[in-house]
């Protein structure tokens, strides 16, 4: 049964705490962020030394996705939830031209520092810094 991943958003930077159930702690974060969706949740990879495992959030529909991944930046004013950052559930295919973009973002920040530079739709975009 393939799964519809619009659906779906990925929750990285989320401590791994026996304390406090996994369920629970991602309804903190949507808390933060003004949501109260519902929601089923899981740790998804492997175990490793380099960081705590990404969790995937299923949630009702890709209209719910779109509003909590607009509010994500609420996250960085929070003192408990400043390293967690949330992504869309992209394939690999997905992620590799993501992290391309990424690479040409970083790129270009180094090249044109006095510019702003962002991807939107698949693609880099410079602007002239306003500010």
Do not use: W
Request: overall charge neutral; some cysteine.
């Amino acid at each position: 049964e393939e799964e519809d991943q619009s659906r779906n958003i990925m929750v990285f930077g989320l401590a791994e705490d026996d304390q406090k159930g996994l369920k629970e702690e991602i309804m903190g974060v949507m808390e933060v962020i003004g949501e109260k969706p519902r929601i089923e949740v899981c740790r998804v990879g492997q175990v490793s030394d380099k960081g705590p495992q990404p969790v995937k959030v299923s949630l009702s529909n890709s209209l719910v996705v779109s509003q909590i991944l607009l509010m994500a930046h609420k996250l960085r004013d929070h003192e408990r939830y400043r390293t967690v950052f949330l992504s869309p559930d992209r394939s690999l295919e997905q992620r590799t031209e993501h992290r391309t973009l990424v690479e040409e973002l970083k790129k270009r920040k180094v090249k044109e520092p006095d510019q702003k530079h962002y991807i939107r739709n698949g693609t880099v975009y410079s602007v002239m810094n306003t500010s």
